[in-house]
């Protein structure tokens, strides 16, 4: 197994993974989106609402601002000491009390603990009008994206395996494939049509479509994958392949103990 | 309503980008807009150019 980053950044990373399966592939990509912990908002106490949204759909609204916090930090509620209850090691508690004319802004929340912060402070909750108010308590707790969408720290997380183009005698150089690229990726090398850079192909078939004597054909290396995924803020995309990873091995281990002992 | 907190497809937040977004739409083409707010799938593009802000008109009412 290989990986070349190809691009890394805080919110975004892609990379070329290599020498593994597709199912290996997909496990990782299962484990980044439905695996990796996060902390969002699961429970708010409304005070006063006379705001024009529901009280379910501010909850949902907060629900999905994404919260930087240290998972390392906190337990899941029901992993917790205090049994689910909720106490300071396993939820953080945001408040919130604006009276209008003003816009609510996610930064207007006020964490009970000051290492967890919102991430995007200026994504607008509700608009609030004359002598409207809002006054709440939202209780952030620990979650997998399994259980929901707020939970999921990776954004657009997806893999395709490696294109090369494949030609054919009958290839006579029009170059027409070389023009219909969109991206282009398409060249002509040393007397043969070729793409250039599979990582960027969009798997578009243009060059394929356009060729008049059927002499091209896109393939695909099976145990090659070009790896992208993004970080909606509350973690780094490094940590979050490691956090992954780590809990992918830590299901393979309890497998193979459920299985020793049979 | 309210811009939606994050993509109906992806997920992103763009929430965060709606005022900037609108505010220079006014003069300028929102393609090039959304290009330089960093949105460049299609499926986030779609939530702030199709989105219509109605919450000044609901929230006359409670």
């Known amino acids: 197994m290989e990986i070349e980053i190809i691009e890394q950044s805080d919110s975004k990373m892609r990379f070329l993974l290599s020498g593994v399966t597709p199912a290996m592939a997909n496990a990782l990509r299962r484990a980044l989106i439905a695996e990796v912990p996060k902390m969002a908002i699961d429970e708010l106490v409304v005070y006063e609402n006379t705001s024009a949204l529901y009280d379910e759909q501010i909850a949902l609204r907060m629900a999905l601002i994404p919260i930087k916090a240290d998972i390392r930090l906190y337990y899941f509620p029901e992993e917790c000491r205090c049994g689910g209850k909720g106490c300071s090691l396993c939820q953080v508690i945001f408040t919130l009390d604006e009276v209008g004319p003003k816009t609510v802004y996610s930064g207007d929340l006020k964490s009970s603990d000051p290492d967890v912060k919102v991430v995007n402070e200026k994504i607008p909750i509700v608009k609030l009008k004359e002598g409207q108010r809002l006054r709440l308590e939202a209780i952030g707790r620990l979650g997998i994206g399994k259980k929901h969408a707020k939970w999921q720290s990776a954004i657009a997380c997806a893999y395709k395996n490696l294109p090369h183009l494949s030609v054919t005698d009958e290839c006579n150089l029009c170059m027409k494939c070389v023009k219909s690229c969109p991206k282009g990726i398409v060249d002509e090398i040393g007397g043969r049509i070729q793409l250039v850079d599979g990582v960027e192909c969009s798997l578009c078939k243009l060059c394929v479509d356009t060729c008049d004597r059927n002499a091209l054909k896109l393939e695909f290396d099976e145990s090659k994958f070009v790896f992208q995924f993004e970080s909606d803020g509350s973690m780094k995309t490094s940590e979050m392949v490691i956090e992954a990873v780590n809990i992918l091995k830590d299901k393979v281990e309890e497998l193979s103990k459920i299985l020793e002992g049979l | ?62």
């Open chain 2, 1 to 62: 309503m309210m811009i939606p907190v994050r993509c109906f497809t992806c997920g992103k937040v763009i929430g965060d980008l709606w005022e900037e977004f609108s505010k220079r739409c006014e003069n300028e083409p929102p393609g090039k807009v959304l290009d330089d707010l960093g949105v460049t799938r299609y499926c986030c593009r779609r939530m702030l150019l199709t989105h219509v802000e109605l919450i000044d008109l609901v929230s006359r009412y409670e």
